[in-house]
């Protein structure tokens, strides 16, 4: 059920990348399947929580060791998700910023 106080419900647009180091630890056989069973938990707290309603728009990767672009991105906790110092950490985003700006 929905969050009854809500008189507007905002929608929040989630994509999502894996690579091989996910399906290690969550989903040997299939990631995406894993991605979404946790999407649905999340939506589910979301959902009765909070006005914001979360929706899956994408999701991309591969459980093949080498696969995908994502291989050389930073690992946590070596790497802060988000936007830490660029020239301390570079984090997660920054990676995938650079990745997509080589191609």
Known sequence: DSNPTCA?????QVAIAYDARFCANQAPTD???AVQAIFA???LMYDATTC???ALTTVEG???????????ATLFPAGESGCP???VDPGYLPDLRTYWNSI
């Open 8 to 12: 507007i419900r905002r929608e929040v």
């Open 31 to 33: 990631g995406i399947a």
């Open 41 to 43: 938990q999340a939506k």
């Open 52 to 54: 914001v309603e979360l």
């Open 62 to 72: 591969s459980c093949i060791v080498g696969d995908t672009p994502y291989n050389n």
């Open 85 to 87: 110092d660029p020239l």
